[in-house]
């Protein structure tokens, strides 16, 4: 069973920098689609962003979009997140998951009730 860990993450000032790291031990991620996604308390989950099985296509809500950035990095068989310009209203703890899909495909879709597997999650907090 493919298990998903987040790394990075914590607290950090208003205007701040952090990099969350997706990993799967034992198993390559290449023939996942990655999201992020991020619940904030006493609210839904929601989508961040999510990367194609090839690295090329990305997506974002539009509240982060110019801040973060999703990538993969196939050698490390990593998937990342950075934020920068971070918000008080980013402040939520940050899960990635990944769906089945073809390698090497440019699709990117990561429908929130359509991931086949979770990561437990960091918490990410912007205050000062």
């Known amino acids: 069973q493919l298990q998903l860990v987040e790394s990075g993450g914590g607290l950090v000032q208003p205007g701040g920098s952090l990099r969350l790291s997706c990993i799967a031990p034992?198993?390559?991620?290449?023939?996942?689609?990655i999201g992020w996604f991020r619940q904030a308390p006493g609210k839904e989950r929601e989508g961040v962003s999510c990367?194609?099985?090839?690295?090329?296509?990305?997506n974002y809500t539009d509240a982060v979009k110019g801040r973060f950035t999703i990538s993969r990095d196939f050698a490390k068989n990593t998937v990342y997140l950075q934020m920068n310009s971070l918000k008080s209203e980013d402040t939520a703890v940050y899960y990635c998951?990944?769906?089945?899909?073809?390698?090497?495909?440019?699709?990117?879709?990561?429908?929130?009730?359509?991931?086949?597997?979770w990561g437990e999650g960091r918490p990410v907090t912007v205050s000062s």
């Open positions: 998951a990944a769906r089945r899909a073809s390698v090497r495909s440019n699709y990117v879709l990561c429908p929130l009730n359509g991931m086949d597997y």
């Open positions: 034992g198993y390559k991620l290449d023939g996942y689609v």
């Open positions: 990367i194609s099985t090839s690295g090329i296509s990305t």
